[in-house]
């Protein structure tokens, strides 16, 4: 059978409304996209987005955590599976995506660059009576991960049983809260390694609220794909 077309795939996107879905080269470059991806950049055009990076479309930490993700697929050849993550829209609105990624391989075996997903899960909002109450759940998660977070305060605090919370949040995130919340620390984790490579592992693990260093390096390692020392040594190294 012959191969398919980027464009094909393309235009089956475009007629998604909650889906964004990009192709970017090796360098974080876009080169394909559908509409949605379009109103998410707050721009007209795809040619206002193909050829331009993450950093040149959104806000700064935004950006960053892209690129992150993007060069964990690329370096690692290992997709991104479901990652939940909260988005700034044009506008400065507020939404909650989950985004996939998945390495692209040339001929020679070789990853050439990645292509992925992001559904806009705002949308589910008139599907879901307590999204706005789950939102605000999940925002207290990413803002406080460094504390020792009590999901039945939060729960009470939202006039909503705690399995109420629970079984709503895997509804409308795909994520329990405690997936979410280790999730928040370990991206937090791996940006910190990143950010001060030097640092001790314990000092980086209770920064980002553990309290069990082995838990951290066990989680941290299934994250992305290395033990926190050898990522660190990595990028050690890569800062020559």
């Known amino acids: 059978m012959e191969a398919i ?10 007629a998604l409304d909650d889906i964004a879905f990009f192709v970017k080269d090796r360098e974080g470059r876009y080169l394909s996209i559908n509409r949605t991806m379009v ?3 707050g721009v007209r055009h795809k040619r206002d987005v193909l050829g331009k990076t993450a950093l040149e479309l959104f806000p700064r930490a935004l950006a960053e955590t892209y690129l992150a993700q993007d060069r964990k697929v690329i370096d690692q050849g290992a997709p991104i599976d479901k990652q939940l993550e909260l988005h700034i829209y044009p506008g400065r609105s507020r939404g909650w995506c989950i985004t996939k990624k ?5 001929k020679d075996g070789a990853v050439v660059g990645l292509i992925g997903t992001s559904q806009d899960l705002g949308l589910l909002d008139e599907l879901h009576p307590a999204y706005r109450q789950i939102a605000r759940i999940a925002q207290h998660i990413s803002e406080n991960y460094q504390q020792n977070v009590s999901l039945k305060a939060l729960a009470e605090e939202a006039g909503l049983s705690l399995s109420r919370v629970e079984r709503l949040f895997q509804k409308v995130f795909q994520h329990s809260p405690r997936q979410f919340l280790v999730q928040c620390r370990l991206a937090a984790a791996r940006t910190l390694i990143e950010q001060k490579p030097q640092a001790r592992i314990a000092e980086i693990a209770y920064e980002c609220g553990y309290t069990d260093h082995s838990a951290f390096s066990r989680q941290f390692k299934s994250y992305v794909g290395m033990s926190p020392t050898d990522y660190g040594l990595h990028m050690r190294k890569a800062a020559g």
Do not use: N, W
Not at 5 to 14: P, Q, R, S
Not at 102 to 106: A, E, K, N
């Open 5 to 14: 077309g980027i464009e094909a795939v393309e235009a089956v996107f475009d």
């Open 39 to 41: 109103r998410r950049c």
């Open 102 to 106: 998945m390495p692209l391989f040339g």
